[in-house]
Each structure stands twice: as structure tokens, then as C-alpha cells.
């Protein structure tokens, strides 16, 4: 890639398919999660590999609680199996950690380790990791919008923006969607507004470094005009 291009500074992925991928392999869905989070670390690596500085994963949406009770605890074990792996060499590489969503219906161990995480990132700046776990747009928009409202603020597109950022994660430029479905499901509602949203029939677990590359190269094709001429 040339070196003038303008990266996307936060690129949101829907990780979409595991359960289709497992299905092709003649395999139980929660064989497609595994292979989902093991995935998810060869992604988060060409990310920052490439300068962008704000990944967010859509690991688990405030609607994925409507699954049955095994595959919604298989995805939940993985998380914590992903920290557990993953927590020292996020510090290494000095990425901060930010899990968003709604984690009151998680279990004490599962919110402890996140808080830890979270707590041992937090002075990192320039590379952030975002999960969103039990995360719904529409809650988040609405808990933001109370939030205002308790502290006496005036809800005015710039102070719910800023109440929406205040965990430092900026707007979206550019959402990833494998699968081939073509919808939003929930995702960052307000900070997608002007993102670029590009589609792939890829089954997550299938989604290669090749997919990525394809995907930067048409964003920065893209003339994001922002309503301007
Ligand atoms: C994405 O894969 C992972 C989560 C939603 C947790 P799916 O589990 O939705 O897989 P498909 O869409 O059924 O193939
Ligand atoms: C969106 O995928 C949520 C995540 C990837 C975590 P879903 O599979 O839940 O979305 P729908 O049901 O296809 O809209
Ligand atoms: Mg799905």
C-alpha cells in the first residue's frame, strides 16, 4: 500500500458466521466460536500492524442473550479464555483494553477479569481494543442519553457524542461484515453514522489477511464526502 493513503483510525468488525462455518464442516456451532476467537488474534494483529489505532469486536450483541443457554455460555468461556491467553501480550504491546456493553448480567469472575484488564490497560494510549460484549446500540444510546439526564445536561447532539465517547472510542470509519449479511444489527447506531460499511461473504473464521487488505484498499478509495461537496 502507498504511503499517503488515509488509514481508517477505528475499524469495527461484525464477526459474523461461525455458526454457518461450522455447519459447512458437518461440526456443532460452538466448533465455529472457537474457531471465531482464534480468528479474532490473527485480525487484532493486522490491525495494529497497519496504524490503525481503534479496533472494536462485536463479540456479543445485548440480543445474542436470546440463544440457548450452551452456546450463549461457550462464547462467554472463550472470552474468558481470550483474556487469560491474550492479557500479557496486549500489555506488551501496550494496546488499551475497553470491553463496552451491558456486563451486569455476566458472571463476578467474568466481570472481575474484564475490570482488571481494563484497569492494567488504561494508561495506554494509540492503540485501543475494544469488545463489545452484551452490547446493543440502541441500550447504549439510551443509557448515554440518562446519563445526560442525571447530571443536569442538556441532551444536544455534541454533549450525547461526547458522553458516547467518554471511554476515549471515536466515531467509526470504517465497519467489516462478513457473512454476507448486509445489516448494522445493533452496532454502534450513533457512531457509524458516516462510516463506510463494507460487506463480505466471508464466514468470519474464514476471513483472511487477503479479505482485510481488500477491505483497507476500498475504504481508502472511498471519498467520504461527510454531506460536503
Ligand atoms: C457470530 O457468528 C458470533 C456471534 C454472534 C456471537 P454467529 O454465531 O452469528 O454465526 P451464524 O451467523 O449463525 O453463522
Ligand atoms: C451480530 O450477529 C452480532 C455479533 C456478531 C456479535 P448476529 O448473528 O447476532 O446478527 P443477526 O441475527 O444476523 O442480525
Ligand atoms: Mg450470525
Redesign the pocket.
Known amino acids: 500500500m502507498q504511503d499517503n493513503i488515509i488509514m481508517p483510525r477505528h475499524v469495527g468488525f461484525?464477526?459474523?458466521g461461525n455458526g454457518r462455518w461450522a455447519k459447512k464442516q458437518g461440526k456443532p456451532r460452538n466448533f465455529g466460536h472457537i474457531k471465531g476467537a482464534d480468528k479474532v488474534e490473527e485480525v487484532v494483529k493486522w490491525c495494529f500492524e497497519s496504524g490503525i489505532e481503534c479496533v472494536t469486536l462485536?463479540?456479543?450483541?445485548s440480543?445474542?442473550w436470546g440463544r440457548p443457554k450452551e452456546e450463549v455460555d461457550k462464547i462467554l468461556e472463550l472470552l474468558v479464555k481470550f483474556l487469560k491467553k491474550h492479557l500479557k501480550s496486549l500489555l506488551k504491546n501496550q494496546i488499551r483494553l475497553v470491553v463496552s456493553g451491558d456486563l451486569s448480567p455476566l458472571s463476578e469472575e467474568l466481570r472481575n477479569a474484564i475490570y482488571s484488564a481494563e484497569e492494567q490497560s488504561a494508561n495506554f494510549i494509540g492503540k485501543t481494543l475494544n469488545i463489545?460484549l452484551s452490547y446493543g446500540g440502541r441500550q447504549e444510546i439510551v443509557n448515554a442519553v440518562n446519563g445526560l439526564i442525571e447530571k443536569g445536561e442538556k441532551v444536544t447532539v455534541n454533549s450525547l457524542s461526547g458522553e458516547l465517547a467518554k471511554r476515549g472510542i471515536p466515531d467509526i470509519d470504517l465497519v467489516v461484515r462478513t457473512?454476507g449479511?448486509q445489516?448494522v444489527?445493533?452496532?454502534y447506531l450513533w457512531q457509524i453514522a458516516y462510516a463506510e460499511l463494507y460487506f463480505t461473504n466471508a464466514l468470519w473464521p474464514d476471513f483472511t489477511k487477503e479479505e482485510f487488505d481488500k477491505a483497507i484498499e476500498w475504504y481508502t478509495s472511498r471519498n467520504r464526502r461527510f454531506g460536503k461537496l
Open positions: 461484525i464477526m459474523d462485536y463479540a456479543f450483541s440480543e445474542n463489545a457473512s449479511e445489516r444489527s445493533n452496532f
